[in-house]
């Protein structure tokens, strides 16, 4: 059970996706400008990715490897994510329509959401099993989303000060990411 | 638009990292040193110019409801093949660029040319725009990596640049190092806009 605990804690504070793995940042720095955004946007990720890592571990495991078509995991892997979205689309369309409205073009983006195909391939480089897969997907997408809601509440403070000219809009708001990302810098250690 | 006009948007005026805001992500994560700049623009290079060629070749076949899955299983296929060209080819280079190779396939610049680009125009102008995008992102790639190696290690390229006595500053090399000196550069390239627009 121990070994779950630290797996999460890994994966959403000590390697955060934004913080130490740099991924997802186009959608980090796209979304984060308000916090309820961010929070669709979180949610809708934690979805996708502890999904599709899942089927893509599946895949890796049932079809890729049996077969020696690891050459081919690019591919399948991106396509697993793909459908998967489309699906969580059609199903968001048709059970809560007021949540896709709110969503909006955020739902399709996931897909280039380099995070979640990110974590798809570090199970498998990583040597996990399943239930590890299931357990560090779901840390790596929640602090996905704390890291994007963090953010959008700097985010929004920031609009309303006074920023230099040259650094309004995406200068400032890198630069505050990189400082939010030594700021994660002091969970290193916290769990091996 | 001209053939040279598309090959040198993609060199400052439409520079994909610093104007555009797209491929963030390799550009921060890969930029901890100038010659991974190198290599991983040339992948992208690779991978741009040859997406964007089969996918104007074959603009009026595909149908449009299907053309997103279509061009990611395009460039999916490019990248798997530079994913391998590199393993066999430069195993320290594929090493130093680790998980951001496969993750070239979901690289914001290569599809969005794709749909911006490369599905409405022939076959040399998707060419010259493929080269000027992965030309500008690998320039981008290698100013970015050398700042940070330079004031990270105190080498570039390899070689020492910064004497011995002098310290460096670590947090360069670090994620959080990336971040601060892409948003510092922005600010440069935006600072240097105003610049010129207020000239004119």
Same mark, same amino acid.
């Given at each position: 059970?121990?070994?779950?605990?630290?797996?999460?804690?890994?994966?959403?504070?000590?390697?955060?996706?934004?913080?130490?793995?740099?991924?997802?940042?186009?959608?980090?720095? *796209?979304?984060?400008?308000?916090?309820?955004?961010?929070?669709?946007?979180?949610?809708?990720?934690?979805?996708?990715?502890?999904?599709?890592?899942?089927?893509? $571990?599946?895949? /890796?495991?049932?079809?890729?490897?049996?077969?020696?078509?690891?050459?081919?995991?690019?591919?399948?892997?991106?396509? &697993?994510?793909?459908?998967?979205? /489309?699906?969580?689309?059609?199903?968001?369309?048709?059970?809560?329509?007021?949540?896709?409205?709110?969503?909006?073009?955020?739902?399709?983006?996931?897909?280039?959401?380099?995070?979640?195909?990110?974590?798809?391939?570090?199970?498998?480089?990583?040597?996990?099993?399943?239930?590890? &897969?299931?357990? $560090?997907? &779901?840390?790596?997408?929640?602090?996905?989303?704390?890291?994007?809601?963090?953010?959008?509440?700097?985010?929004?403070?920031?609009?309303?000060?006074?920023?230099?000219?040259?650094?309004?809009?995406?200068?400032?708001?890198?630069?505050?990411? *990189?400082?939010?990302?030594?700021?994660?810098?002091?969970?290193? *250690?916290?769990? /091996? | 638009?001209?053939?040279?006009? @598309?090959?040198?948007?993609?060199?400052?005026?439409?520079?994909?990292?610093?104007?555009?805001?797209?491929?963030?992500?390799?550009?921060?994560?890969?930029?901890?040193? %100038?010659?991974?700049?190198?290599?991983?623009? %040339? +992948?992208?290079?690779?991978?741009?110019?040859?997406?964007?060629?089969?996918?104007?070749?074959?603009?009026?076949?595909?149908?449009?409801?299907?053309?997103?899955?279509?061009? #990611?299983?395009?460039?999916?296929?490019?990248?798997?093949?530079?994913?391998?060209?590199?393993?066999?080819?430069?195993?320290?280079?594929?090493? !130093?660029?680790?998980?951001?190779?496969?993750?070239?396939?979901?690289?914001?610049?290569?599809?969005?040319? !794709?749909? %911006?680009? !490369?599905?409405?125009?022939?076959?040399?102008? %998707?060419?010259?725009?493929?080269?000027?995008?992965?030309?500008?992102?690998?320039?981008?790639?290698?100013?970015?990596?050398?700042?940070?190696? #330079?004031?990270?290690?105190?080498?570039?390229?390899?070689?020492?640049?910064?004497?011995?006595?002098?310290?460096?500053?670590?947090?360069? #090399?670090?994620?959080?190092?990336?971040? #601060?000196?892409?948003?510092?550069?922005?600010?440069?390239?935006?600072?240097? @806009?105003? +610049?010129?627009?207020?000239?004119?």
């Amino acid at each position: 059970m121990l070994t779950y605990i630290i797996l999460i804690i890994n994966s959403m504070l000590v390697a955060n996706m934004v913080f130490h793995y740099i991924l997802g940042i186009c959608p980090y720095l *796209g979304v984060s400008r308000k916090i309820d955004t961010s929070l669709g946007m979180g949610m809708a990720v934690i979805f996708v990715m502890t999904f599709s890592s899942l089927v893509a $571990y599946l895949i /890796q495991i049932l079809v890729l490897d049996p077969l020696g078509l690891g050459y081919l995991q690019t591919i399948s892997f991106i396509l &697993v994510i793909a459908s998967l979205v /489309q699906l969580v689309e059609m199903v968001l369309k048709k059970y809560s329509p007021p949540l896709y409205m709110a969503l909006g073009i955020y739902l399709p983006l996931i897909t280039t959401n380099c995070a979640v195909l990110g974590v798809a391939i570090l199970n498998i480089r990583k040597g996990h099993n399943i239930l590890e &897969v299931i357990f $560090y997907s &779901v840390g790596a997408s929640v602090g996905f989303a704390l890291a994007l809601v963090i953010f959008a509440g700097i985010r929004e403070r920031l609009a309303l000060g006074k920023v230099p000219k040259s650094f309004r809009g995406f200068p400032i708001a890198l630069v505050t990411a *990189g400082i939010l990302s030594l700021a994660f810098l002091g969970f290193a *250690g916290l769990a /091996q | 638009m001209s053939l040279a006009s @598309e090959f040198t948007k993609g060199l400052w005026n439409r520079h994909p990292i610093f104007r555009l805001l797209l491929g963030m992500c390799p550009a921060l994560a890969v930029s901890t040193k %100038a010659v991974n700049g190198i290599g991983m623009g %040339a +992948c992208v290079i690779f991978v741009l110019v040859g997406s964007n060629v089969v996918i104007s070749l074959f603009r009026k076949v595909i149908p449009n409801q299907v053309r997103i899955p279509v061009f #990611i299983v395009v460039i999916a296929t490019f990248v798997t093949v530079v994913d391998l060209l590199l393993h066999g080819l430069a195993p320290e280079i594929h090493k !130093a660029l680790g998980i951001f190779i496969p993750l070239i396939v979901v690289n914001c610049i290569i599809l969005g040319r !794709a749909e %911006a680009f !490369a599905q409405k125009n022939d076959l040399l102008m %998707a060419i010259s725009d493929g080269l000027g995008m992965g030309v500008g992102f690998t320039w981008g790639l290698v100013v970015l990596g050398s700042i940070r190696e #330079i004031f990270g290690l105190g080498t570039w390229f390899g070689m020492k640049v910064i004497p011995e006595g002098l310290p460096t500053v670590i947090v360069m #090399i670090l994620p959080a190092g990336g971040f #601060i000196t892409l948003g510092f550069l922005l600010a440069a390239m935006n600072r240097i @806009e105003h +610049c010129r627009t207020e000239q004119s």
